[in-house]
C-alpha cells in the first residue's frame, strides 16, 4: 500500500511540535495534509538522507538543489507557511535538534531513518560552495568567493536580471504592472546620481562595478568620468564592451581590481552598490577607512547595502547556512547601526539614510519571474541544479524582505572638509 506521505506527515509533525501546513506528496505517489494549499513534493527516500545527516535548513537547501524536493503551487505561499519552520525558530527549537532525551523526539528521528532507506549520507550538490572558513575576506577568498557567484555565465544574468543587467534593488515608482523592472532600475541609478551630485567634470569610483550599469548610466547621462573595479572577471568582460558599445571608453576604465588596491584617487564621488554585503564584519572598518581616504574633501560616498536585524547578543550571529553554502561564500549582513557607526569613525558624516526595504521585494519577484519564464533556458544555460538555487534564494529572500527579517538602505556620507562646509542643501530631500 502506497503509505509514504501519511507517515512522514505524522513523522515531521512530531519532530516540529505542530501541524505541517502544506500537503506532502511522496515518491510512492502517496499524499496527505490540508488540501488547498502548495505541496511539497519528496521526489525520492534522498530527500529524506540529506535532512537526516545535516537536520534543519542546509539539509532541506541540498534537497531542493538536487531536485529529491520540489513544490507544487504557489512557491512563495509554500515558503511563507514553512519559514515559521525552519528560519524564524530559535536554534534550539529548530527541527530535528530537540534533546534526544525527548522520547517523542527519539521516535519521529527512528521513523524518518526506516523511511529514509539507506544511511550512508548522500554527497552535497555539485553548486554547494566547499571551503573552509579560514582567512575570511583576504584577496584571495574573496575573489573566490566573488567567482562562486558572478562567474556563472554572463546570459545567465541577463535572463534574470533583464535588459539593465542591475544586480541589486530598484527604485520603483509604483507597484507591477504600472511600473517594470527595466524603469525601476534606471530610477535607482538616477537616484544614486543625484545623491552623488554628479556633473560633468567629476570622477567617480564605483567600486564593485557589476556589469557597468551605473559606469555607463553616470558617464553617459551626467558626463562624469568612472573608474569600475570589480573581482569577477566575466563582469569586467561584459561592462568593458558595454562601455566600447555605447562609445564611452575615453570617459570609463573598467578594472578587475580589489578596492584595497585602488591608488589612484582622490575622486569626487564613490558609489557602492550591493558591494559591502561581501566585505565582512572584520574588516568592514578597512572598507570604510579605504574609500574616505579615495574622495576629495567634500566627496560624496553612496553606500547601498542590505542589513538585517540587530539581535540581543550579537557574539551569536551566523551566517545563514543555505546562503553561505550556495549563493554568497562568506557573506555577512550587519544592522544598519553597525554600518553607519563604522563609516562615522573612519572619518565619515552620515547625512542622509533612506530605506527602499520594500522595493528590494518587488525586485526579486520580478527576477523570479524571469527565471521561470525563462526556465528551459536557465537550465541549459547552468544546469537544473544552479537554476533550483537562484529560484529558492530569490523567492525567499522577496519574502524576508517584506516581513521586515532584512531590509536595505542608501546610506549618503560624506568626507565632510575641517570648514564644515559639506555643500548639500538645506533640505535633500522631499517627502509626498
Known amino acids: 500500500m502506497a503509505d509514504a506521505a501519511p507517515r512522514l506527515k505524522g513523522i515531521l509533525e512530531q519532530l516540529i511540535g505542530t501541524p505541517l501546513p502544506v500537503r ?53 505561499t509554500a515558503l511563507d507557511r514553512l519559514s515559521g519552520l525552519i528560519w524564524e525558530r530559535d536554534e534550539e527549537t529548530r527541527t530535528l535538534t530537540r534533546s534526544l532525551r525527548d522520547p517523542g523526539f527519539r521516535s519521529a528521528v527512528r521513523g524518518l531513518l526506516a523511511l529514509a532507506g ?21 584577496r584571495h577568498s574573496d575573489r573566490r568567493a566573488i567567482s562562486h557567484h558572478y562567474d556563472v555565465g554572463n546570459d545567465f544574468y541577463e535572463l534574470v536580471l533583464g535588459p539593465s543587467m542591475v ?6 515608482p509604483a507597484p507591477p504592472p504600472r511600473g517594470t523592472l527595466e524603469q525601476a532600475q534606471h530610477d535607482k541609478l538616477e537616484l544614486v546620481a543625484r545623491k552623488l551630485a554628479l556633473e560633468p567634470g567629476r570622477r567617480l569610483l564605483d567600486v564593485g562595478c557589476g556589469w557597468g550599469s551605473m559606469a555607463v548610466h553616470a558617464a553617459r547621462d551626467h558626463g562624469v568620468s568612472v573608474v569600475g573595479v570589480t573581482l569577477s572577471q566575466e563582469q569586467a568582460a561584459y561592462a568593458r564592451k558595454r562601455v566600447a558599445d555605447e562609445g564611452l571608453t575615453d570617459r570609463i576604465e573598467i ?16 558609489s557602492s552598490i550591493g558591494m559591502a554585503e561581501h566585505v565582512g564584519s572584520r574588516r568592514y572598518l578597512e572598507y570604510a577607512t579605504a574609500l574616505h581616504r579615495l574622495l576629495k574633501p567634500g566627496g560624496r560616498l553612496l553606500n547601498h547595502q542590505i542589513a538585517r536585524r540587530p539581535q540581543r547578543d550579537e557574539t551569536t550571529y551566523r551566517v545563514d547556512d543555505f546562503i553561505d553554502a550556495y549563493v554568497f561564500p562568506d557573506g555577512e549582513l550587519a544592522p544598519l547601526g553597525s554600518t553607519v557607526t563604522l563609516l562615522e569613525r573612519a572619518g565619515f558624516e552620515v ?56 531590509g536595505v538602505n542608501q546610506v549618503l556620507a560624506v568626507r565632510t572638509p575641517e570648514s564644515g562646509a559639506c555643500a548639500l542643501p538645506l533640505r535633500s530631500r522631499t517627502w509626498n
Open 24 to 76: 506532502v506528496r511522496a515518491w510512492d505517489g502517496s499524499q496527505a495534509g490540508p488540501p488547498d494549499t502548495p505541496t511539497l513534493v519528496v521526489r525520492n527516500r534522498r530527500a529524506l538522507r540529506h535532512l537526516l545527516w545535516k537536520p534543519g535548513e542546509l539539509g532541506l537547501a541540498r534537497a531542493w538543489v538536487a531536485g529529491d524536493l520540489a513544490v507544487e503551487g504557489d512557491l512563495y
Open 118 to 138: 539507506s544511511p550512508l549520507p548522500p554527497a552535497p550538490p555539485p553548486e554547494e560552495a566547499r571551503r573552509p572558513r579560514r582567512g575570511l575576506h583576504t
Open 167 to 172: 544586480y541589486s534593488c530598484a527604485y520603483w
Open 255 to 270: 578594472r578587475v581590481q580589489d578596492y584595497r588596491d585602488v591608488t589612484d584617487g582622490p575622486y569626487d564621488a564613490i
Open 351 to 406: 547625512r542622509d539614510v533612506e530605506s527602499i526595504r520594500e522595493h528590494y521585494a518587488l525586485t526579486l519577484r520580478g527576477w523570479v519571474a524571469n527565471l521561470e519564464s525563462g526556465w528551459s533556458r536557465a537550465v541549459a544555460l547552468t544546469g537544473p541544479g544552479r537554476a533550483r538555487v537562484w529560484q529558492l534564494y530569490m523567492a525567499a529572500s522577496a519574502l524576508a524582505f517584506e516581513r521586515n527579517r532584512i
